[in-house]
């Protein structure tokens, strides 16, 4: 006997009517629920009404109850999801979900709470922030030298087989270290091997002798374009190696693939059962390797990569690069590592600087306010010109990438507006969502040009807050009127602008998307009223899970396939245990992540 075979796939239902001698004669569109398909039946049956039905595998494989908030606008609410081969197949109302559960349907509930998409990180640096929990002197909020000196030790102490020891997160501020910063001089005694130092923002290296030796450091090393060596006053460098001079240490840094694997799969473990699922590593070659493409790309292949992973590479303009060779190398090296969680979506720019109290580097329309600055007319560092920058842009829409670009100076966020507008003149709009990160310092009449051109808005809540005994030390290079009105959140919201939330882990550490969601919205931290930051441009708690979630997937180019608890999507979700929607902003923070699942597996759960 002829018969209706009714199926479930991941895309939602269909049928076949299929002949006695299992012919299939003819297949139905893909129906969004059971009972469209079982309709859809009926309407075709009074052709062939000698068919029988034959329906037993239209039941899903889970189906969860809960408090579901799903950053879906169609569909704001929902009571219960059923999930199928990874994917939503059903987001509504408890009643409609009943007939989707068979006899070997999964049945959870959760009562109280909110169940959300899974949240992001739209900037950060694990696989580096991983390996340096692992394999490095941890120096972050070390506020004091003899701490500073006694980490190091330690690390030579536990790793006498290490060949260069290296240490990250130290802070360059003149109350550590004087005016003049850190010196090679500090570091002397501890090992006769090359020592090799990162600050807190990833911006330089402090070194000792043995380092500068092994690399044929001297007097005679010239400066270069777009960094500083640190010099005494006959020329001898200091050990600090600001900005493109890090390049002189490079060859001493980095992990080899295995180190990166096992650095991120700490991340991982770490940041799922945080609720975090999406992440993208804003410089994936920052020891001017493949190595961390590589790491990524081989956990992808052995089925250890939970979360969705994306990488940013990044281009230089300097001594001994060819930019563009560089932004064709990432494209290569995309399709050879592209695999179903981890992307190298983003060519990577750091156009300028960061702020500091003193010779800011990040690049303003307007000069910094310290005397020095004043003096010189300084207005911070650009890392590019304006045609290699545009070139960049045009050839890396080309190669179908976007360009991940930090800014946090007004000026470099009006430049990169301005060569991507060129860029766009060449070759035409495209839709590969640009993005711009940190945008410490926005002059507000860039922010609909952003939005016009479809720019990402890679924001920093986590940075927000200033605490009033920072306040002058901020005043002093900045000017009161541009710190006040720093990270203009609710501003890009307004305006159209596609936010997403980012830590620039291990900078911010730890760097929970939970934390981040309140602070966008407090502005200030946790626990601390009195470090709120301009007010005004407080975002909302909807804003702000959006940005961890529905928009980060915009900014990957993934909005069709997550980001959000709709039907058709993977089915990516936390079980937070509160709701967060509902409580005081300010307790965000203390909200538990009870379950995280990605693609339909729970990939975390609270022991
Ligand atoms: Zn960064």
Known sequence: MSKFSAKLTPAGFSFNLITDNNEIIATS??????????????????NAPWAKLVAEDLFAERVIYGNFYTVDKKNPKAEA?????????????????????????????????????????????????GAVELFEANLLKVFDVDEFIGRIKTLIEKHPEYEVYQGFGFLTVKEV??????????????????????????????????????????????DVSDGIVVRYEDGTPTGWFREGAMAYIKPLVGFTVEQYKEGFLRYQEEYLAHGMTIFMDAIINWDYTDNEVLALHELDKEGKLKMHAYGAYQVFQAEGHDTIAEVEHAAALRERT???????????IQLDGTISPTLGTAYMKQAYCDPESQKTGNRGQLRMDMDTLTAVYRRSHELGMAVHLHAIGDGALAMAL?????????????????????????????????????????????WIPLPPELEPIQNYGLGKERTAAMHPIKSFFDEGVVVSSASDYPITYPAYALEGIQMGVTRYQPGRPDSLHCPSECATVDQMIQACTLNAARQFQSEDRYGSISVGKEADMVVLEQDITACDPAKIVDTSVLRTMVGGEWVYTRA
Do not use: W
């Open 338 to 348: 592209k695999g179903p969680m981890f992307d190298l979506i983003n060519t990577k």
């Open 418 to 462: 301005d060569a991507i507008e060129k860029a766009n003149a060449q070759t035409g709009p495209c839709d590969l969502r640009d993005a711009v990160a940190h945008l410490e310092v926005v002059d507000h009449a860039d922010i609909p040009r952003m939005a016009k051109l479809g720019v990402v808005a890679s924001t920093d809540p986590f």
């Open 81 to 129: 999801v059923a999930i199928f081969g990874g994917h939503f197949i059903y987001v509504g109302d408890a009643e409609g979900v009943k007939e989707l559960i068979g006899e070997n349907t999964k049945v959870e509930r959760y009562e109280g709470g909110l169940i959300i998409p899974g949240m992001s990180d739209g900037h950060c640096h694990c696989s580096v922030g």
């Open 177 to 222: 270290f004087g005016p003049f910063g850190p010196t090679a001089d500090m570091l002397d005694g501890l090992s006769d091997k090359p020592i090799v130092l990162a600050d807190m923002g990833l911006h330089s290296y402090l070194v000792n002798h043995a380092a500068m030796k092994r690399l044929g450091i001297s007097k005679d090393t010239p």
């Open 29 to 46: 569109q893909v129906y969004a629920s059971k009972g469209a398909c079982l309709k859809g039946i009926e309407s075709v049956r009074t």
